[in-house]
């Protein structure tokens, strides 16, 4: 009888895991109202993509590079 009203005392006994349940609910609300309200901003992979884009324009740069030059290990034509 965990859980009904008691008429012959006006006293109801409460279920044991209704705070927990109650908790539960709050934590769930809390939590999708911070990740609904999140603005999408990760700094570290912000960061991570500039490197990564920095290091890319390097690659990019070292290749043209190689190119304007003759390719990797291109013998200067002056020296035949």
Do not use: W
């Not at 109650?22 to 912000?46: D, P, Q, V």
């Not at 990564?52 to 003759?70: F, H, P, T, V, W």
């Amino acid at each position: 009888n965990v859980g009904t009203v008691h008429h012959e005392h006006e006293m109801f006994e409460v279920p044991v895991f209704t705070f927990s349940f109650y908790m539960l609910i709050i934590i769930h609300a809390c939590s999708t109202m911070y990740f609904a309200t999140f603005n999408g901003k990760y700094l570290r992979y912000e960061a991570e993509e500039e490197k990564k884009a920095k290091k890319e324009a390097k690659r990019e740069r070292i290749l043209a590079e190689m190119q304007a030059n003759g390719g990797y290990g291109a013998v200067d034509q002056g020296m035949n």
